[in-house]
């Protein structure tokens, strides 16, 4: 069984995109819809939060989980890798997203000048941009933090008159700067990503993590049999969110393209 694990609804992006690229696996999605927005909290809070996903999906029999939130990757993964996993799961394995976007974004660059959008908490935490200055020391990095998306998103808003004059006020100072790439650092964006470059203009190449998360876990399956050994493919696929919400089986159709069954779940 492979976990996903997003604040939101935002990952079910990703869901999509590994059911599309590997769907014979079993799978077990988890969105936080009761604590959701992440990326306004403090970086001990994202960690408690994704701690407790990452117990209840290994709990249900993940051997694998894609932190498919770039919030709790920026602010949780790292640590969860190297102090909690070694300790209780040794065995079991948790990835994010943020390293195959930046690889695929210092791979696209041709002018050397990327912009990164995200959470307060995402882009307060550099990580993208540490992660892309690893794969070519000469880039040129700029952030914006874009904290109103997420929670129009989770609304289902996506086409709201308002949504526009805010990505100009978010993209402007990247555009000022000239990016030639722009990488959406919240698996949220993706649904919005046509009305992102339209403001960013049509010279703008556009990372969006639903586009690679699919053919990126292909190839780490490929690389460690040990793992895909142990993965169940029974096509089976479980949802779980931790609230009910007026509108999330509505939103959950407009991402993941299908109706979804959700169970709620405390953590
Ligand atoms: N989808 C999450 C991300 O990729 C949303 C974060 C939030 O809950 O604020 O960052």
Redesign the pocket.
């Known amino acids: 069984m492979i976990g996903i694990f ?3 609804l ?2 079910l992006t990703i869901l999509k995109s590994l059911l599309r690229e590997l769907p014979s696996y079993d799978y077990i999605y988890l969105g936080d819809i009761a604590r ?5 909290r403090s970086f001990d809070t994202i960690y408690s939060y994704t701690l407790e996903a990452v117990d209840f999906l290994f709990k249900k029999g993940c051997k694998l989980i894609i932190l ?5 990757s920026a602010a949780a993964l790292r640590k969860i890798q190297q102090e909690y996993l070694p300790v209780k799961y040794p065995d079991l394995r948790v990835l994010g ?1 943020l390293i195959p976007a930046a690889e695929e974004a210092a791979k696209m660059t041709k002018n050397g000048k990327i912009g990164v959008i ?2 307060e908490a ?1 882009v307060k935490s550099e990580t993208l941009k540490y992660e892309l200055i690893k794969q070519n020391s000469n880039l040129k990095v700029y952030q914006s933090a874009c904290p109103l998306l ?1 929670p129009i998103i989770e609304a289902g808003e996506m086409r709201w008159i308002g949504l526009d004059l805010i990505l100009k006020k978010y993209l402007k100072p990247l555009k000022e700067k000239n990016v030639d790439t722009l990488v959406l ?4 964006y993706s649904v919005i990503k046509k009305e992102i470059a339209k403001v960013m203009g049509s010279k703008v190449k556009i990372v969006s993590e639903d586009d690679i998360i699919g053919f990126k876990l292909k190839n780490y399956l490929s690389r460690h049999p040990e793992m895909e050994k142990k993965l169940s493919k029974k096509r089976k696929r479980y949802y779980f969110t931790t609230s009910y919400s007026q509108n999330f089986t509505k939103v959950a159709k407009i991402f993941l393209k299908m109706e979804a069954d959700f169970n709620i779940v405390k953590l």
């Open positions: 997003d604040s939101g935002g990952g959701v927005p992440y990326g306004s498919a939130c770039n919030t709790a997203v995200g959470t995402t997420v650092g919240c698996t949220h």
